[in-house]
């Protein structure tokens, strides 16, 4: 059993993997161009000035200093670390509701596996191979359920700031409207 349930985990972080490593590009794709390219058309110390613009009707100051930490740490910015960004992202949520499951049940783990297949599942494809949505839509599950967690089960002042903490971070991740 432990082997099937191991196979069962394993199989879609491969898929994600694979998807990232073979399928996506360092090009910017459709908003990307507004977004990132955009903010980065500003010289270096005034851009951090712009890290909280709007786009469109979105505020993704998060996502921005991803961008800029990523361009920081590279010395150029490139999207397909983006994506990458994205995919741990997504397997940090997913690995926060397996989290949960095992805590409420000994069973938690086998129970998960079909609500692990449907958050790491294929329609995350277009999602990851967008630099902006990859890091500003998807982490703002990760934060939010976080946010949750620290609310619901911590009963100290420090899970309390940590509670609203995660949740500016995933107002302010949102690209999604």
């Known amino acids: 059993m432990k082997k099937f349930l191991f196979s069962g985990y394993a199989l879609p972080v491969l898929m994600l993997v694979c998807i990232i ?16 390219l955009g903010y980065f058309s500003h010289p270096f110390p005034d851009r951090l000035s712009h890290l909280a613009d709007f786009h469109n009707e979105h505020r993704i100051l998060t996502a921005r200093a ?8 590279l010395g150029r910015f490139d999207f397909q670390i983006c994506m990458g960004v994205g995919a741990t ?35 995350q494809y277009e999602n990851l191979c967008w630099a902006m949505t990859a890091v500003s839509n998807i982490p703002v599950h990760f934060w939010a359920l976080l946010s949750c967690i620290l609310a619901a089960r911590g009963k100290s002042k420090i899970c309390f700031a940590g509670s609203i903490g995660c949740a500016l971070f995933a107002s302010f991740s949102t690209g999604g409207g």
């Open 89 to 123: 992202i997504l397997l940090a949520y997913a690995a926060l509701w397996g989290w949960q499951f095992k805590i409420a049940s000994p069973r938690g783990l086998r129970l998960y596996l079909p609500c692990f297949w449907l958050i790491v599942s294929f329609i």
């Open 21 to 36: 490593m073979f399928l996506s590009v360092n090009v910017p794709y459709w908003d990307d161009y507004s977004a990132i």
């Open 66 to 73: 991803t961008f800029e930490l990523i361009y920081q740490i």
